[in-house]
């Protein structure tokens, strides 16, 4: 069985870092596509972070939102997914999810990691 769990999430300072990671079990991370997303009070799931399995690149996309910003990384023999997060802002202000999308065609979420950005 595959699981996810986001650990990282805290109240920061506008401006401020953060990195999130995602530990994962029951699945490979180098043959998975995994990704960040992130969901606000009252707006659409938004994926922030996307990298390919390993065998194809590890392409990495970012949306314009996070482009600059946001990096996306995986220790691979830990199975974990980072998240880093620089300059935050207030639109930052998430539930930050991962998602894996395994070799055996699962797709798997974690509950997410709450990231509140706030003077």
């Known amino acids: 069985q595959v699981q996810l769990v986001e650990s990282g999430g805290r109240l920061v300072q506008p401006g401020e870092s953060l990195r999130l990671s995602c530990t994962g079990s029951g699945l490979n991370f180098s043959t998975s596509h995994m990704s960040w997303w992130r969901q606000a009070p009252d707006k659409e799931l938004e994926m922030v972070a996307y990298?390919?399995?390993?065998?194809?690149?590890?392409?990495?996309t970012i949306p314009s939102s996070a482009r600059g910003r946001f990096t996306i990384s995986r220790d691979n023999g830990k199975n974990i997914l980072y998240l880093q997060m620089d300059r935050l802002n207030t639109g930052d202000t998430a539930v930050y999810l991962c998602?894996?999308?395994?070799?055996?065609?699962?797709?798997?979420w974690g509950r997410g990691t709450q990231v509140t950005v706030s003077t």
């Open positions: 998602k894996a999308e395994t070799d055996r065609f699962q797709t798997a």
């Open positions: 990298m390919t399995k390993a065998s194809i690149g590890s392409h990495i």
